[in-house]
């Protein structure tokens, strides 16, 4: 039996403006068609679009939220850092690092995207709701208590965590299967016993002042939080089957360890098949089963208690459909979209062993 889903949303964040360029950089002097930045405002609408118009319309409940206040951003980022953004509201467009563009309006457009998760987040800690879900932008997971990066400026969830904390809430675990390594909420978290944090993305490693965490599984904690921080390096092209397999073998003890009363999941749809941003594999299908999974867990460990926070996801219609399919998996709702780009690789006979390995580096991780 498939349960309602509330859903929080704000149309101004269709607004934050991230402009064109060679992809996600500066445009190339030497092309004449310029694109649109990848986190730009018609992925969102898609999402949107396929949420209000689509199979899962009827059993969805929408509620808006209010911009996050200074005192709940100051629970995960410094005064300094806020001070920065906020002096910028009014400036032309900009780029804080060389791929995340900031530009006038973006600073409120952000309050709200992180309101937007507290909102969702308080919903379900109170009991109005088992399953809740934030459809926001810009994402927040490489967003570091003083650093912005990776399109990222206030880290959603990290915020949304500390919102709850401050009524009482004891523990909390972050599942993030954006195919980029959420090295913002590593950081915030990175010591501290009571939030474990799980990161599942392609290999990417670190990538430059911005983004110096390596997402490698050597990166376990530090001090009271050893152990309660895990990466999951995927192989590039790890595809449905991998990704199952690290959830139910790694990840699902770990939470289950942990105990949480709220279970987050960084809700990025990047790994798909056919992102522009993402080396990855996964297929609709695949975002259904990790969805469902995802529950299930949820179920067992916080009374069922979790709540979905957008992240990544560029392929504009696929995308949508892969966050469609994960949302139907998250509240026991049989697959109703068929995929339309179907593209499933056969998995490898390294899988077993790939598997061995990064157990066994995680184990050594916690040794040192």
Not at 82 to 110: H, K, Q
Not at 195 to 204: D, E, G, Q, V
Not at 254 to 260: G, K, W
Request: with cysteine.
């Amino acid at each position: 039996m498939s349960d309602r889903l509330a859903v929080f949303f704000d149309a101004c964040v269709f607004d934050h403006d991230t402009g064109q360029g060679f992809f996600e950089a500066r445009a190339s002097p030497y092309l004449p068609i310029v694109e649109a930045h990848p986190e730009n405002d018609l992925r969102a609408r898609n999402m949107y679009g396929v949420l209000q118009h689509g199979p899962i319309a009827e059993v969805l409940d929408w509620h808006q939220a209010e911009m996050a206040e200074r005192v709940d951003l100051e629970r995960f980022h410094s005064a300094s850092y806020i001070d920065e953004l906020e002096s910028m509201a009014d400036n032309e467009s900009c780029r804080i690092s060389a791929t995340t563009v900031f530009g006038p309006g973006s600073y409120d457009i952000c309050r709200m995207a992180t309101g937007l998760a507290i909102a969702a987040a308080s919903h379900v800690y109170t009991g109005k709701a088992a399953v809740a879900y934030a459809l926001l932008r810009p994402p927040g997971h490489h967003a570091q208590p003083e650093m912005a990066d990776g399109y990222c400026f206030f880290n959603n969830i990290g915020v949304a965590i500390e919102h709850l904390r401050a009524q009482g809430l004891k523990s909390a675990a972050v599942i993030d299967w954006d195919v980029h390594h959420g090295n913002g909420t590593q950081e915030g978290f990175y010591q501290d016993p009571d939030i474990l944090t799980a990161s599942l993305h392609m290999n990417h490693g670190a990538w430059g002042a911005t983004h110096p965490q390596s997402g490698d599984i050597d990166e376990a904690g530090k001090g009271a939080g050893l152990g309660k921080n895990i990466n999951l390096p995927m192989p590039y092209g790890s595809g449905d089957t991998a990704y199952l397999r690290v959830f139910d073998e790694i990840i699902v003890p770990m939470v289950r360890e942990h105990r949480p009363e709220v279970l987050f999941i960084a809700n990025g749809q990047d790994a798909n098949q056919f992102d522009p941003n993402g080396r990855q594999l996964l297929s609709m299908g695949g975002f259904y089963k990790l969805g469902k999974r995802a529950r299930v867990l949820a179920d067992e460990c916080c009374d069922g208690k979790m709540v979905l926070v957008q992240e990544g996801g560029y392929a504009i219609s696929y995308a949508a459909y892969c966050l469609h399919a994960s949302l139907e998996g998250a509240i026991y709702r049989e697959p109703s979209l068929p995929d339309p780009l179907v593209y499933m690789r056969e998995d490898t006979d390294a899988l077993d062993e790939f598997l061995r390995r990064l157990k066994q580096r995680y184990a050594m991780a916690l040794k040192c």
